[in-house]
């Protein structure tokens, strides 16, 4: 549905009003999504849904809200040019394939940023800013579900892909190492980007391996990653990895100290033989050092 005039100037005044208070919305959208939807966290990384207490005093932004914000504020004041953040929301919808995100979860998000934005906005709220946002956001998550439709269906044209997840196993103890892993120094797009330690940190060599023996497909292009799906101190989370090399049939992983504290104690649990599960590989990682 597109704007009417009305709508689209006053969406237009009120992005650019609320622009440079866009982390602190989408931090509020998450936690009131969060909030109505807590069966839903398990989607999201635990380290991504950190507080980042070095964005202002008193400030609590969540990583995840950082890029959201960004793309979310860029797209509705170039609405009419949604042709330039293809690849952007290409990189999004590949995530939400790997963690096999539901169309019907939009509109609950949509809901969440429309009280946050009304929020920030008060007695500025009107009802044509806020058909806008709402139209605005439809908009944006219309071609995201379409993106993911079409990334799925291009992956059950592929040999030896699955859907959901697959169990893999750990073949070899997990190992700090010296050696280069494949092309990858990164580990994670998940970490909280005020977690390196202002030392070169060391990379630890993890290996899985499917539990059936079966196959694996190709992994054609450079960073391309999976979900892990965890199950840490109780509670379920997703965390995506990009795989660092193939070696004799097993994936090959590039860990960092700074995949997150929590993750990184979770695999210093793991032992050979315990089971992980897995999405299959797709995308590549949307870095926060990439917005500006």
């Known amino acids: 549905m597109s704007l009417s005039p009305d709508e689209a100037k006053a969406?237009?005044?009120?992005?650019?009003?609320?622009?440079?208070?866009?982390p602190k919305i989408a931090t509020e959208?998450?936690?009131k999504f969060y909030a109505a939807n807590p069966e839903l966290t398990s989607y999201f990384s635990i380290c991504f849904l950190g507080k980042d207490h070095k964005a202002g005093e008193g400030a609590k932004i969540t990583l995840m809200a950082k890029v959201m914000a960004h793309i979310l504020f860029q797209f509705i004041l170039n609405i009419e040019r949604e042709e330039q953040f293809k690849a952007d929301l290409e990189k999004i919808a590949a995530k939400h394939v790997s963690r096999m995100i539901k169309?019907?979860?939009?509109p609950l998000l949509r809901e969440a940023l429309c009280t946050a934005v009304s929020d920030a906005l008060g007695?500025?709220?009107?009802?044509?800013?806020?058909?806008?946002?709402?139209?605005?956001?439809d908009k944006m998550a219309g071609i995201l579900i379409q993106m993911q439709v079409d990334m799925e269906a291009d992956l059950k044209k592929k040999p030896n892909t699955w859907e959901g997840f697959r169990k893999f196993k750990l073949v070899a103890p997990i190992e700090a190492t010296t050696e280069t892993i494949g092309q990858s120094s990164s580990g994670s797009s998940d970490s909280s980007e005020d977690e390196g330690t202002g030392f070169e940190e060391k990379v630890y060599k993890m290996i899985l391996t499917p539990v059936d023996a079966g196959a694996l497909p190709e992994v054609d292009k450079f960073g391309q990653y999976v979900a892990l799906r965890l199950t840490v101190d109780g509670k379920v989370t997703h965390r995506n990895y990009n795989i660092a090399a193939v070696e004799g049939g097993n994936w090959v992983f590039a860990l960092r100290e700074n995949v997150g504290k929590v993750c990184f104690a979770?695999?210093?649990t793991l032992k050979v033989g315990d089971e992980v599960e897995v999405s299959q590989p797709t995308g590549s990682f949307l870095l926060l050092e990439s917005l500006s």
Do not use: I
């Open 29 to 31: 959208m998450y936690d």
């Open 103 to 106: 169309p019907e979860f939009f």
């Open 11 to 22: 969406l237009a005044t009120s992005v650019k009003t609320l622009q440079k208070q866009g």
């Open 266 to 268: 979770y695999f210093n």
């Open 123 to 137: 007695d500025k709220a009107t009802p044509e800013c806020m058909a806008g946002w709402r139209k605005g956001y």
